[in-house]
């Protein structure tokens, strides 16, 4: 049975290409809802760092949650309190309360859903569980860190560049 029709450009000479459904081979990559093209067409390793890990007993999180990895790979709010939760990644979906409940971690990647970001500016680790801070309202107590999570390309999103380096005020 035949299957899609495509253009193929070989050395110059274009052919149209029928796919037959006995294999993949010669498939056309069809985008998802979001207008991407879905993660497991690519090889083992490559694109988006995303796992899907365990939240801590008595954690919820929410859309644009900054969070902590730690112990046996639990899931854990991120916040600049101290040096013990520095933001490894986010979420993208309302999951909890933990313990038992599984949420995808993104460790690269854009963080939709927020709200009032300033376009351009960058942001930081707040020390509200999971939260942004803008540089003009970083937290200023002693022990906390200032960790750089990312910069705002829109009003409601945000390009997640997380700095595994931070300073922490004395």
């Given at each position: 049975m035949a299957g899609e029709k495509f253009l193929k450009n070989d050395g110059g000479t274009i052919t149209e290409i029928v796919s037959v459904q006995t294999s993949t081979a010669n498939r056309i990559i069809s985008l998802d809802t979001n207008g991407l093209i879905p993660v497991n067409m690519f090889p083992a390793g490559?694109?988006?760092?995303?796992?899907?890990?365990e939240l801590d007993t008595g954690v919820t999180v929410a859309i644009g949650d900054l969070v902590n990895i730690y112990g046996a790979s639990l899931v854990r709010h991120a916040n600049a309190t101290n040096d013990t939760k520095p933001a490894h990644g986010f979420v993208l979906?309302?999951?909890?309360?933990?313990?038992?409940?599984?949420?995808?971690?993104?460790?690269?990647?854009?963080?939709?859903?927020?709200?009032?970001?300033?376009?351009?500016?960058?942001?930081?680790?707040?020390?509200?569980?999971?939260?942004l801070a803008v540089y003009s309202a970083l937290p200023t107590a002693a022990d906390t860190i200032l960790q750089q999570v990312g910069t705002a390309i829109t009003a409601t999103t945000l390009a997640f560049e997380v700095s595994h380096q931070w300073i922490k005020l004395g």
């Amino acid at each position: 049975m035949a299957g899609e029709k495509f253009l193929k450009n070989d050395g110059g000479t274009i052919t149209e290409i029928v796919s037959v459904q006995t294999s993949t081979a010669n498939r056309i990559i069809s985008l998802d809802t979001n207008g991407l093209i879905p993660v497991n067409m690519f090889p083992a390793g490559y694109g988006e760092g995303v796992r899907n890990l365990e939240l801590d007993t008595g954690v919820t999180v929410a859309i644009g949650d900054l969070v902590n990895i730690y112990g046996a790979s639990l899931v854990r709010h991120a916040n600049a309190t101290n040096d013990t939760k520095p933001a490894h990644g986010f979420v993208l979906a309302n999951a909890g309360p933990g313990p038992a409940v599984f949420v995808d971690v993104y460790f690269e990647g854009i963080i939709t859903g927020l709200t009032a970001l300033t376009i351009g500016a960058t942001y930081f680790l707040d020390d509200a569980d999971g939260k942004l801070a803008v540089y003009s309202a970083l937290p200023t107590a002693a022990d906390t860190i200032l960790q750089q999570v990312g910069t705002a390309i829109t009003a409601t999103t945000l390009a997640f560049e997380v700095s595994h380096q931070w300073i922490k005020l004395g």
